[in-house]
């Protein structure tokens, strides 16, 4: 599978208290150029994130063939359910991680503080346990393992992080708080 067009999404960072909706960025590439950015909201812990994704990436404008995701859950906890995208937008969906959550602390968390929380733990669930690729760890629907391994080789140029990610992260803190410096992704 040749992977050649994709749109990563991360979230803008917040303060701890923010109540209300955060800003989400997406970024698109086609090879090693950067060729549009989108913007939306999700509410803070919220439940619109897959909605949402679903919706930016139509206005995107390019031919894409993946989505990826820093992380499977935006503005705190509110989860992407990584099938329903990949159904509602017929693109393979790649959730990427530098590391492995620990999910005894997700799972308090959501179970205990999270309106919501049930609901959300299952989606995490049904999404599958974060597996070990490309020396990074992955959730992922509508890809196998082997094509998650290729995309995140194709994509990522200056770090193990696929450079839609990226951009998208360095986009996300450079609108919200002025700079981008000094941020690691």
């Not at 909605?51 to 989505?67: D, F, M, N, T, Y």
């Not at 959730?95 to 999270?114: C, I, K, N």
């Not at 299952?122 to 020396?135: D, S």
């Amino acid at each position: 599978m040749k992977l050649s067009h994709a749109i990563g999404f991360d979230d803008a960072p917040f303060a701890r208290g923010h109540r209300g909706d955060v800003r989400i960025f997406g970024t698109v590439y086609a090879g090693k150029t950067l060729h549009a950015v989108v913007s939306g909201r999700v509410r803070r812990d919220g439940r619109n994130a897959t909605a949402e994704l679903a919706r930016l990436v139509p206005g995107s404008g390019a031919h894409l063939q993946l989505i990826f995701l820093q992380g499977i859950a935006l503005a705190g906890f509110n989860v992407v359910d990584i099938h329903a995208l990949h159904a509602a937008t017929g693109l393979p969906v790649l959730v990427v991680a530098r590391r492995r959550p620990d999910l005894a602390r997700v799972r308090a968390a959501l179970l205990g503080h999270v309106p919501g929380g049930a609901r959300k733990w299952r989606l995490i669930e049904r999404a599958g346990e974060m597996e070990p690729c490309a020396g990074l760890h992955v959730q992922r629907a509508g890809l196998t393992l082997d094509a998650a391994e290729h995309a995140l080789r194709a994509f990522a140029h200056t770090s193990r992080i696929p450079e839609p990610l990226r951009a998208a992260h360095l986009i996300a803190r450079g609108v919200t708080r002025g700079s981008s410096a000094g941020t690691r992704v």
